[in-house]
Each structure stands twice: as C-alpha cells, then as structure tokens.
C-alpha cells in the first residue's frame, strides 16, 4: 500500500532512498518504473505534482477505454499499450526535472532490455509460423527458445 507524500525533510530523504533501493525489486513485482518516479516527486515533497499526475493519468485511461471499446478485447490491450507510454512520458518528463533524469536518458538506458525483449518475441513469433505436431510442443520450443534467446 502507497503511503502518503509527506513534506517533512527526513520523509523526503528518506522516501528517495526507499525508492532508489526498491527500484531493482519493481521489476520481479511487475511494478511499472512510473512507481519510482511518482516515488521520487514524494521524496522531494511535490505532492501537488503526484495528484496532478494521478488525475492526468486517470483521465487517460478512461479515454484510452472509450476509444478502444468498440474494437473489443485487441482494442483495449493496445489502448492499454499506448496509455502507458503516455503516462510513462509525462511521468518522465516532470520527475525528470526534478532529478535531472530526463525521458531520453531512461528511454536510452531501457534500450538494450527493451531490444533484446523485441529480439525474444520475434523469434518466438516466427518459431509459431512452423508446423508442430501439437500446441504443447509449440509451447514447449517457445519456451525453450524465449529462454535460450534471455540468457
């Protein structure tokens, strides 16, 4: 559970220090990195900031939702998708002037996960164009491939 932005100074430093330590973890609890830099505007007591960007975010989403309805299930993941990288932009660039971490920096330290992850899906993607006996000998390449491909 999230606790609340204080504006005293030891919260601060010490809400910063938690975030700096947690940010290894979000990724095994699939915590987006949006959580770190909300974290960050805490820590420096810009509470104001964090509930401005709360309801942009909510605004979003519930855009992205009444666009992407109509186009059923595949419409509402991509919805999700684009909202996402919205979010993450505006997350960015507000934290990234108070950290003097800028959007283009994340995105180039993100790059090579990111890269390697595309490489992973193309390959599994093109390991399902093959004719297989059955689907769980499919999974079972996929798997095996998506694995092989990480490490």
Same mark, same amino acid.
Request: proline residues 5%; contains cysteine; aromatic residues 12%.
């Given at each position: 559970?999230?606790?609340?932005?204080?504006?005293?100074?030891?919260?601060?430093?010490?809400?910063?220090?938690?975030?700096?330590?947690?940010?290894?973890?979000?990724?095994?609890?699939?915590?987006?990195?949006?959580?770190?830099?909300?974290?960050?505007?805490?820590?420096?007591?810009?509470?104001?900031?964090?509930?401005?960007?709360?309801?942009?975010?909510?605004?979003?989403?519930?855009?992205?939702?009444?666009?992407?309805?109509?186009?059923?299930?595949?419409?509402?993941?991509?919805?999700?998708?684009?909202?996402?990288?919205?979010?993450?932009?505006?997350?960015?660039?507000?934290?990234?002037?108070?950290?003097?971490?800028?959007?283009?920096?994340?995105?180039?330290?993100?790059? #090579?996960?990111? @890269? +390697? /992850?595309?490489?992973?899906? %193309?390959? *599994?993607y093109t390991l399902a164009?093959? #004719?297989?006996? @059955? +689907? /769980?000998?499919?999974?079972? %390449?996929? *798997?095996?491939?998506?694995?092989?491909?990480?490490?």
């Open positions: 559970m999230r606790e609340p932005c204080r504006g005293t100074t030891l919260y601060g430093e010490v809400a910063a220090v938690r975030a700096i330590l947690a940010a290894p973890l979000r990724g095994w609890v699939g915590l987006p990195p949006a959580c770190d830099q909300l974290e960050f505007a805490c820590g420096k007591g810009r509470s104001d900031l964090f509930l401005r960007l709360e309801i942009i975010k909510q605004v979003l989403v519930l855009g992205g939702i009444a666009v992407s309805w109509p186009f059923g299930v595949s419409g509402l993941i991509l919805g999700q998708i684009v909202v996402s990288f919205i979010c993450f932009y505006l997350n960015s660039y507000y934290t990234g002037q108070l950290i003097g971490y800028s959007f283009r920096y994340q995105v180039r330290d993100v790059g #090579p996960y990111l @890269g +390697a /992850a595309l490489a992973m899906g %193309a390959l *599994v164009l093959l #004719p297989f006996p @059955g +689907a /769980a000998g499919l999974l079972a %390449a996929q *798997v095996t491939l998506g694995s092989v491909t990480y490490f």
